[in-house]
């Protein structure tokens, strides 16, 4: 599909921008200071914003507007950050570093970021309830909230990620592999263009749509990701190379190589391409984000 490359930057850029103000807005450093510095170290350490653009690009391709997205859009993003904060713990990858920059538990300590990552947890929420504009009803923000709740918690991240640390050193099915691929990472997706969807005013088919692209696109998404820690340096990746096999973490790699890794990536981004066309959405961002995994590495 076509795109027109520039005014892709330049979307995405305006976004990131919108994204970035209003988290610092959001979140401001008082008693006691240790732990909201810590949050913001994490929430201000870089990264592509990419679960919030998709947010405020849904909600304005559906609507014409972006603004009432914003809360929920930097919301997500609390969360995605959580994610983050936490996957990096001793306890879980034990990561030294995150985005270039050291992860939130060498920065500060192990305490602190478990701390950290728990008051974002909360945040989020109240940031969705308090910051949305009164123009939206009661009745989405409600709807919002649950989907937040269940990507947040074990029909979200949280079972994508004790079955990813269960499967260390196994050999699993691709059964378990997806459900890993689903849960870990395309549920925060989908909770991304859901909230579009509902602060877009989507219709059904819509809906419907919008969940198939966000499930097949964080599928595509992790095997992307799997495929970098194999091939992306230090510098490209902001943090440490080959950490998966490092530590025998079960990936679409690991269990099919790269080759044929590439080869799903580029049927996964396929059927995305053919839910854009089929259902007339008008979007740079989301040809932008799925030529932007094929053009890297396929």
């Not at 947010?55 to 997205?69: H, I, N, R």
């Amino acid at each position: 599909m076509k795109i027109n490359k520039e005014l892709y930057k330049k979307e995405l850029d305006f976004y990131k921008k919108i994204t970035e103000e209003k988290l610092e807005e959001y979140v401001e450093i008082k008693y006691p200071e240790k732990i909201y510095k810590s949050i913001k170290y994490s929430l201000n350490a870089g990264g592509k914003r990419l679960r919030p653009i998709i947010t405020l690009e849904v909600c304005k391709m559906l609507s014409g507007s972006y603004e009432q997205a914003i809360p929920t859009a930097c919301a997500i993003e609390m969360l995605h950050t959580q994610s983050l904060i936490h996957d990096d713990l001793p306890c879980m990858d034990n990561d030294d570093y995150r985005r270039g920059k050291l992860t939130n538990h060498k920065a500060f300590s192990e305490s602190t970021a478990v701390l950290a990552g728990d008051a974002l947890l909360s945040y989020a929420p109240m940031i969705i309830i308090d910051k949305t504009p009164k123009t939206v009803s009661y009745e989405k923000i409600v709807q919002i909230i649950r989907e937040y709740c269940i990507a947040a918690g074990t029909e979200g991240i949280i079972s994508g990620q004790i079955v990813d640390i269960e499967s260390e050193n196994k050999i699993i099915s691709s059964e378990t592999l997806d459900f890993i691929h689903e849960y870990k990472t395309a549920k925060l997706f989908l909770l991304a263009f859901k909230s579009g969807a509902i602060l877009g005013n989507a219709g059904e088919n819509q809906c419907e749509a919008l969940e198939k692209f966000a499930k097949y696109y964080g599928h595509a998404f992790q095997i992307y990701d799997d495929i970098l820690d194999e091939i992306a340096t230090f510098e490209e990746l902001g943090k440490t190379p080959g950490k998966d096999a490092n530590t025998h973490k079960a990936t679409y790699t690991s269990i099919y190589g790269i080759d044929n890794a590439r080869k799903e990536i580029k049927r996964l981004s396929d059927i995305c391409y053919d839910i854009i066309e089929t259902n007339n959405f008008q979007s740079n961002i989301l040809i932008g984000i799925i030529s932007d995994m094929t053009e890297r590495v396929c």
